[in-house]
């Protein structure tokens, strides 16, 4: 039985009738790798909820609810703490379109993902994960498609690399064996032009404010890549 990405990631959602349900727990049970694709989606989901959570739950500032008792005229009249309590459920919303939006770039429950979740982290994974432990960025090819950029040592003691792609950049820091994302930003293959000149500003900015000495040179960085790291 094929279930397809779209109905899987409804399924972890929660969001099919009770007969498409029992389908895909079925399939599940006949191919267990699906199991592990809905635990992935949902460890992800609680993930970004939580980092949003803060954004969602905090009061609005004094010049915004004046603005809401000022202008807005509800169609029945209505207590303040009413108009703030919907524009706190629009908030939610927002909230849960961004996450919507952030799981459907890094997560694809049909094939190899780039990024995924490790004790609640956001980590590389798949080809983007492959090319952060072999690729150097003085032998690496114009065309290849994500570019590293800077690699360097954090205030901690970690090896970090900047990586560029049309559909995801940011920045990475290996901590036991793993790549962990520390900033990313999510591009746009149509507009690849504008996202080189904005996106590889913000993470050299970023870079440079993470970075303990000197980014690492071309022999440093082969070195680095001998030793793992």
Same mark, same amino acid.
């Given at each position: 039985?094929?279930?397809?990405?779209?109905?899987?990631?409804?399924?972890?959602?929660?969001?099919?009738?009770?007969?498409?349900?029992?389908?895909?727990?079925? &399939?599940?049970? @006949? /191919?267990?790798? +699906? %199991?592990?694709?809905?635990?992935?989606?949902? *460890?992800?989901r609680a993930t970004l909820a939580d980092h949003f959570?803060?954004?969602?739950?905090?009061?609005?500032?004094?010049?915004?609810?004046?603005?809401?008792?000022?202008?807005?005229?509800?169609?029945?009249?209505?207590?303040?703490?009413?108009?703030?309590?919907?524009?706190?459920?629009?908030?939610?919303?927002?909230?849960?379109?961004?996450?919507?939006?952030?799981?459907?770039?890094?997560?694809?429950?049909?094939?190899?993902?780039?990024?995924?979740?490790?004790?609640? &982290?956001?980590? @590389? /994974?798949?080809? +983007? %994960?492959?090319?952060?432990?072999?690729?150097? *960025?003085?032998?690496?090819?114009?065309?290849?498609?994500?570019?590293?950029?800077?690699?360097?040592?954090?205030?901690?003691?970690?090896?970090?690399?900047?990586?560029?792609?049309?559909?995801?950049?940011?920045?990475?820091?290996?901590?036991?064996?793993?790549?962990?994302?520390k900033r990313t930003i999510d591009g746009d293959a149509?507009?690849?032009?504008?996202?080189?000149?904005?996106?590889?500003?913000?993470?050299?900015?970023?870079?440079?404010?993470?970075?303990?000495?000197?980014p690492m040179d071309a022999e440093a960085e082969r070195?680095?890549?001998?030793?793992?790291?």
């Open positions: 039985m094929t279930i397809d990405p779209e109905t899987l990631m409804a399924y972890a959602d929660g969001e099919l009738d009770a007969v498409s349900a029992k389908r895909v727990e079925k &399939a599940i049970t @006949a /191919q267990p790798e +699906l %199991a592990a694709q809905v635990a992935a989606h949902r *460890a992800l959570a803060p954004v969602v739950e905090a009061p609005l500032p004094d010049r915004l609810t004046a603005l809401l008792d000022d202008r807005v005229v509800p169609f029945q009249p209505a207590p303040r703490k009413a108009t703030v309590f919907q524009v706190r459920n629009l908030a939610a919303m927002a909230a849960a379109l961004v996450m919507g939006l952030l799981l459907g770039q890094v997560v694809s429950l049909g094939g190899s993902a780039t990024v995924g979740t490790r004790q609640g &982290a956001l980590v @590389a /994974q798949g080809d +983007l %994960a492959k090319t952060l432990d072999m690729q150097l *960025a003085s032998t690496q090819p114009a065309d290849a498609a994500t570019r590293i950029g800077l690699t360097f040592r954090d205030r901690e003691g970690h090896v970090c690399r900047s990586f560029e792609s049309p559909a995801l950049s940011g920045i990475a820091c290996r901590a036991e064996d793993i790549w962990r994302l149509r507009e690849m032009q504008a996202y080189r000149q904005a996106g590889s500003a913000e993470i050299i900015e970023a870079a440079q404010n993470m970075m303990a000495g000197a070195k680095a890549r001998q030793a793992g790291w």
